[in-house]
Structure formats: structure tokens, C-alpha cells
């Protein structure tokens, strides 16, 4: 629900912000999901007089005007509006000045003369004829209102609210109107709230013939009122309600309507308003409706009423769908003369149910299903006599009609504060909790608590613990754990599962999360062979279809079905990971054995197999491991592009460039790149633990060693010989060059490595130094690698 902080300000002084108001009311129950200020887009938009008018030399339909902003020198500006006057005054948009939809002005020539700026209308200031309906729909905006030259527009026409959007539940209705919306926030904020009891000044006419009112179905309609209202004067709203009409979101019509509208977001209590010339033979009767019955209602539309429907009808038909909407021809025209104002409580099922029946939602069904105060129909139907009287719109003709069918029985609710501490948790003191309930406007009976009746949330000590519980402050409550429950906490596994999340996450990549069954047809186009095991899969009873009928046992289609989806969706690169589970079948009787497995793809202009082996290694570091990877053949891998995943001399899983033709099964017009690690095997060898290790007091030691080896000889298998030889001293090895070419032989390469040596207890010597290097040389000469010369 919009509401409007000026509005609230009139039932309670807020002497904060906008924003601090929001996260009050929010802490005490009440959320406000955000608010704005009216006209926020407008900026440098103020009130100038028009001095003086001319055609244009250059422009039969162009005007020039000099506009007057209470400073020493006029602004020219150039329109093409034909309704302005001398002495007019008008929204003048300066140079640089923002409109209601983003539009810049700026100065500019037109036809050879310059224009300082703009003269508004009603639309480029965000506003219809129905905020202002003195204006002209397709002129400049001349305003009649009390402003001062050069004063900002929003204030001068009063686009200056703050909108306030709650987030209300169902159980609260009463906070459905502003009032009730006042009431928490004097609670909130300890203050006073301001209430208002209408005057009426009542007058009977002995000449005038009253209107009988019968209520036959006393249950779905326990309380009916109805005034009737001579001398009836439609025109249009005065600015007041107007400003609070717009600001809530609701449309001004004419000032009968919209007193209906005013009183229902001020109140919360629905009102109608019926000519009297339409009623047949000035009779009122809530009744169901008659299989059969017909009304068009007030959009126009011919409903078919049912037994279930309860409606108000004349003395032949029906008027209006009670709560729901009134009907077509019994609403207020523009000669109406008099009316009758009906305020009524209609039971909340039944409009519930009419309303979904007709697919017909209103404001008035809207709060009527929430459930209403049955003892604010009078006063909310007084508070709107009230308002005609004020605007001149109408005479009261006798008193109200007032039928009252409920029982004035009060809900008492035993007041023991010490159940309350227990159920919450909290030490309060009993003086505390009676101040915080009688800030709700309950009152006490020695030991019980008399509940408003406004408030039909409020039925039991449960009840009572919540309302004292958000006016003390949830954050003064300590945490505790409820008795009888033990602690929630991450198992050791969970942990683990976090841990990688964590850190593939700060390592660029983003998680998925996909079902964990598939077609058959996705081993086909990962080109699994026909008689692969993985093909023996778990096979589902009652599938939702062929797409989702076997349980995965790899994950890898489910990750190239989501960097295909992002490649036709035109991402440029993709860097995901998923926590999977994969099923192999057992006995028959037994449920699928599930195997934990990280699956990682990657595609785009910067990732290729090292990247991805790259982002692999550092995973596994962060675990304390390090890995071998050894070549081997995959039927969804690129042949010679992919290999195992080693750790501690066993097989973990599986790195490389995906097939070319997998690639193009799902779409892929480019080289993707997957690793699958095993991380049940990944759990048994991970290192949790974290050890300290101090600051090195020694400098370190580069050497660069250039060596030729085969072609074919991994890189890997000589920084294990070095990492070996050098032993402690070994700090770290890197490759940082590869050279085939001329200056070596035919099926040899270079390989440069770049080793940081150091030692712990004293500054290397250069006889220390060259004594590793030799070793190593030693060592890889038995695998027929030498220094390059």
C-alpha cells in the first residue's frame, strides 16, 4: 500500500526523515519496502509571470514571451502555446533544468531568436487534467494556485509528497488507511496520536421521504449505515484532497467520489454512493442474489449474479455487488442532486468468494476480505457527511440509518507477564509491557487486556508476546536457543563443500546448480560409446518426460548445457563450477550409490587448457595438494588434449578441451574446457590444517636454467627432478619460456626455468648455489637432458 507522509503527519508528529522513518516503522513490524519523493526527476523548474507576448518574426505559429522570475533581468523564451495571457502565471523550465520524464532543457535559437528555457504543461511535469482540471490538456499549464515568482514548481502546486510503500500482511487490516498506519507510527516513534471526531450538523426535513433499508442476510451482513445527502453540488475536488488522492495512487474524479475515495484510505472503511433518482421507490435491501439476476457494474461489463452473491438492491433490481462494485446506472452522474452514502461491514468469505467469482478486484473488496472493523462504519460514514458539508457539496436530509446486527461482546485476553518472558525469552518488567500495550490503545481490566477492536489479530497470550516483543525492539532480544532443541551446525562434509565454493568462487568462477537427471540422449552427444558403463544409469518410475527420465552418471552434460545456454545467449565468456552428484545403480534393492563430484567449464577469449589447469592447480593448493597431469584418451575430450588428474600418485579425475563435435552438438562455436574432480577422493587427502610460517630473514637466490629435451618430453617430469634435487633450498621452480626452432635440433625443445632458492638459517654462498644446480644437471642427464649451450 502508497502512503502519504503528509497525510500521516497530520494524526502524528514525524520529526525525522524519510529514511529513518522507513527503518523505524520497519524494526517495530511495519516494513516499508521503499519510498520516493513526488516530481524527484524535476529539478530547476520554478513559478515565472508572464510580462509580455509576441509572434514570432520568423514563425506564424511560434510566440515570444519574456517571463518575469523575481529576478532583475526577464527571461526570453520562445512557445508555440496559444492560451497564454499577460500576467499569467506559468512552470518555467531554466536552462540545464530536468522535466518529470529525464528531458534536459537547454537554451537554444529557434527560428533565429534565443530561448532561454521552456514554459511546462501539465503532462511534462508528470500530471493529468484530474490533478489540476482547471488546466488545459494541451496548452502551457497557467496556474491559479498562491505561489511566488521564481518559487519551485514542486512546491508551489504541491508535488512535494513523500510516498511511503508498505509491505502489509493480510492480518493486519486496520493498517490499511492512514490512520491505522498512524496508529503504529505513534507507537513506534512515542508519540501522540491525533484523533479527529467529525461534526455533522443535522437538519430533518419533514417534506423529504426517507429510504427504507432492510438487511435480510444479517449474517454476511452484520452492520449497514446509510445517510442521505439533499442538495448535492458535483464539481470538481478542492487541492487538499486532490494532493492526498494523487499521492496514494488513486485518480481524481469529482469531489462526491473522491470524499468516498478521501474516506476509505483515511478510514479503511469502503463507501458508496448512489443517486437517489435511480433507487425504485426509495427502498435499500442487502439480499442474496436470485439465479438469474443481471447487473452491469461501474466498468460497464453485464454480470450474471448467483445465489452465493450478496448484492443491494432497489425495490426491482440490483444496484451494486455488496463490497465489490457498485452498479452502472445507480452510481453519481454529473446532474445528480442527492445521494444516499452507504457505509456497511460485509463478511470477509463472502467477498472474497464473490470477488474471485467475478474476477472483479477492487479497493473495496480489496480490504472488505481482510476482514473490517464493524464499529468504524458509522464514524467513517459521519467523517464523510462531514467533508461534503465542508466543501458546500451537500446538506444532510435526517439522521444517519443505522443497522447493527453484532454483538458488543470486547476480546479480553489474560495479561501474564511472566509467560510472556518465558515464551520470549527476555527479562521485561510487567511496567514495561502495560506502557508498550497501552501505546496500542489496550486497556486493562485489573488482570486482563481489552483489546481494541480494530485489532482482530490479537486473540491470544501469543499474540500479546508479539506486539510486545516488536515495540521493545527485536535486536534488545538476546539470541537463544529454545528449549529442548539442540544447536544447528555444518557437518565436517559441509564445511569442505563451502570451503570449494569459497574458494573457486574467489577464483573467478561462478556456481551452478542443475537437476540431477537428464535424457538419454545426452550420453550421445557427449559421444559416450554404446557400451560404456556410464550408460547404465538409474532409471526413474514416474518421470515428468523423456528430458528427465534416467539419474546422471556424469555430470558433464549438465555443464555443457549451461555454457551452451549462456553462449546462444551472447555472453563472451563463461567461468562456472558445480557441486554435483552423480548415480551409479546397485542392487535392486537398494537406493543408487551417489558420488560427489566438482565439475568446472570454461570458455572465451582468454581461457585455453593452462588457464584452466592453472585455475585447477590453485584449487588443489589451497587444499595442500598438488597434482600430476598424465595424457590419456576421452571420447568427449580432444584427442592429445586431455589428461588425468593425479594426486598422491591416484587418479582424481579427469582435465581438457572438449571434442569439437560434442562442441557442436550443444551449439558451441568455440573451444570449451572442463575438468571433473572426484571430491569424495579429494576429501580423504585434503589438509584442513593451517600452519604458521614466519617471515623469511635471508635473501633469496634466482638461477635460470635454459635445458633441451624431447618433444614429447612433459615439462612436469623435469620440475619433478628439480623440485627433488634441490631439495629444502627449492623455495619455487617456474617455467617461463618454451622455444622450438632453428637454434636447437629437430625433435628437441628449450625449456627455461626460473629457480628461487633460500635458505632458512643463513644467506646461500655461491659454492651452495652451484652445487644444486649441478646436482640437478647431474640428475637430468639420466633422462637424456642437457643444458642448452
Given amino acids: 500500500m502508497i502512503l502519504s507522509m503528509k497525510w500521516l503527519k497530520e494524526f502524528v508528529d514525524i520529526d525525522i526523515s524519510a529514511k529513518e522513518f522507513a527503518e523505524a516503522m520497519t524494526m517495530s513490524g511495519l516494513k516499508i519496502g521503499k519510498y520516493e519523493l513526488e516530481g524527484q526527476n524535476i529539478e530547476n523548474v520554478i513559478v515565472g509571470r508572464v510580462s509580455f507576448i509576441e509572434k514570432h518574426p520568423n514563425a506564424e505559429r511560434l510566440f515570444v514571451c519574456l517571463i518575469d522570475t523575481g529576478k532583475e533581468e526577464k527571461i526570453q523564451i520562445i512557445t508555440g502555446a496559444k492560451n497564454l495571457l499577460i500576467e499569467d502565471l506559468v512552470p518555467v523550465a531554466l536552462h540545464g533544468s530536468t522535466l518529470a520524464d529525464g528531458t534536459k532543457i537547454k537554451k537554444g535559437k529557434i527560428r533565429g531568436l534565443e530561448s532561454n528555457g521552456m514554459l511546462c504543461s501539465l503532462g511534462e511535469l508528470g500530471l493529468t487534467l484530474n490533478d489540476f482540471p482547471y488546466a488545459v490538456e494541451d496548452g502551457i499549464f497557467v496556474l491559479q494556485e498562491e505561489c511566488a515568482l521564481g518559487q519551485d514548481i514542486r512546491d508551489a502546486i504541491g508535488l512535494n509528497d513523500v510516498k511511503l510503500e508498505f509491505e502489509l500482511t493480510s492480518n493486519r487490516p486496520d493498517c490499511f488507511s492512514v490512520i491505522g498506519v498512524a496508529r503504529e507510527a505513534a507507537a513506534t516513534l512515542k508519540k501522540e496520536f491525533k484523533t479527529h471526531e467529525p461534526v455533522l450538523h443535522i437538519k430533518n426535513e419533514e417534506n423529504f421521504k426517507q429510504i427504507d433499508v432492510c438487511v435480510e442476510d444479517k449474517e454476511l451482513c452484520p452492520v449497514y449505515c446509510a445517510a442521505v445527502v439533499k442538495d448535492v453540488n458535483i464539481g470538481p475536488s478542492p487541492r487538499f484532497i486532490r494532493e492526498k488522492l494523487r499521492a496514494m495512487g488513486v485518480r481524481s474524479i469529482n469531489n462526491i467520489v473522491d470524499i468516498t475515495n478521501y474516506v476509505m484510505l483515511e478510514y479503511g472503511q469502503p463507501l458508496h454512493a448512489f443517486d437517489l433518482n435511480f433507487l425504485k ?75 474471485r467469482a467475478h474476477a472483479l478486484r477492487t479497493e473495496s473488496s480489496y480490504r472488505f476480505e481482510k476482514g473490517l472493523d464493524s464499529q468504524n462504519c458509522v464514524l467513517a460514514l459521519k467523517r464523510a457527511i462531514e467533508l461534503i458539508e465542508h466543501l458546500n457539496a451537500g446538506k444532510l436530509a435526517y439522521p444517519l440509518i443505522i443497522k447493527d446486527y453484532t454483538e458488543k461482546a470486547e476480546v479480553k485476553i489474560k495479561f501474564c507477564p511472566d509467560w510472556i518472558n518465558n515464551f520470549l525469552g527476555t527479562k521485561i518488567s510487567e511496567e514495561k509491557m502495560r506502557e508498550i500495550l497501552e501505546r496500542l490503545d489496550c486497556k486493562f481490566e485489573k488482570d486482563r487486556i481489552v483489546v481494541p477492536s480494530y485489532r482482530n489479530d490479537l486473540r491470544e497470550m501469543a499474540d500479546i508476546a508479539e506486539e510486545i516483543a516488536r515495540f521493545y525492539g527485536y535486536n534488545n532480544i538476546s539470541s537463544t536457543f529454545h528449549s529442548g532443541c539442540s544447536g544447528g551446525f555444518y557437518t565436517k562434509r559441509q564445511k569442505f563443500n563451502r570451503k570449494i565454493s569459497d574458494c573457486l568462487i574467489a577464483l573467478g568462477l561462478n556456481e551452478i546448480i542443475t537437476f540431477s537427471f537428464f535424457s538419454p540422449k545426452s550420453y550421445d552427444k557427449i559421444l559416450l560409446p554404446e557400451n560404456d558403463g556410464l550408460r547404465n544409469s538409474v532409471k526413474i518410475l514416474n518421470p515428468l518426460g523423456e528430458d528427465s527420465c534416467i539419474m546422471r552418471t556424469t555430470a558433464l552434460p549438465s555443464m555443457l548445457e549451461v555454457l551452451s545456454k549462456n553462449y546462444n545467449n551472447q555472453n563472451s565468456e563463461a567461468n562456472l563450477f558445480e557441486i554435483a552428484k552423480e548415480y551409479t545403480p546397485c542392487d535392486v534393492n537398494y537406493l543408487p550409490n551417489e558420488k560427489n563430484t566438482l565439475v568446472a567449464g570454461f570458455y572465451g577469449k582468454y581461457m585455453d587448457f593452462f588457464a584452466a589447469k592453472g585455475i585447477l592447480e590453485e584449487f588443489l593448493k589451497y587444499f595442500g595438494l598438488e597434482c600430476e597431469v598424465k595424457a590419456e584418451a576421452s571420447p568427449s575430450f580432444h584427442p592429445g588434449r586431455c589428461a588425468n588428474v593425479q594426486v598422491k600418485l591416484k587418479k582424481i579425475g579427469v582435465i581438457g578441451e572438449i571434442h569439437p563435435e560434442v562442441c557442436e552438438n550443444y551449439g558451441i562455436d568455440d573451444r570449451v574446457y572442463v575438468f571433473s574432480i572426484d571430491l569424495d577422493a579429494l576429501w580423504e587427502d585434503a589438509v584442513f590444517d593451517k600452519f604458521y610460517r614466519e617471515l623469511p630473514k635471508f635473501p633469496a637466490v634466482k638461477r635460470d636454467l635454459a635445458l633441451v629435451c624431447d618433444l614429447d618430453m612433459p615439462f612436469d617430469e623435469l620440475r619433478k627432478v628439480i623440485k627433488r634435487k634441490a631439495g629444502d633450498l627449492l623455495e619455487e621452480v617456474e617455467l617461463f619460456d618454451l622455444y622450438v626452432g632453428d637454434q636447437v635440433l629437430d625433435g628437441k625443445k628449450s625449456l627455461a626455468f626460473r629457480l628461487t632458492l633460500r635458505s632458512s638459517n643463513s644467506t646461500l654462498k655461491e659454492d651452495e648455489i652451484n652445487r644444486v644446480v649441478e646436482k640437478i644437471i647431474k640428475e637430468l642427464k639420466k633422462i637424456d637432458v642437457v643444458l642448452r649451450e
Fill in 281 to 355: 421507490e426509495n427502498e435499500i435491501t442487502v439480499r442474496r442474489a436470485v439465479p438469474g439476476e443481471q447487473i452491469i457494474t461501474l466498468d460497464k461489463i453485464k454480470r450474471n449474479l448467483s445465489k452465493h452473491d450478496l448484492i443491494i438492491a432497489d425495490k426491482l433490481q440490483p444496484i451494486a455487488i455488496a463490497g465489490v462494485m457498485g452498479g452502472k446506472f445507480s452510481g453519481v452522474q454529473e446532474d445528480t442532486k442527492c445521494i444516499v452514502l452507504e457505509s456497511a461491514n460485509f463478511k470477509a468469505d463472502s467477498v472474497r468468494s464473490t470477488s
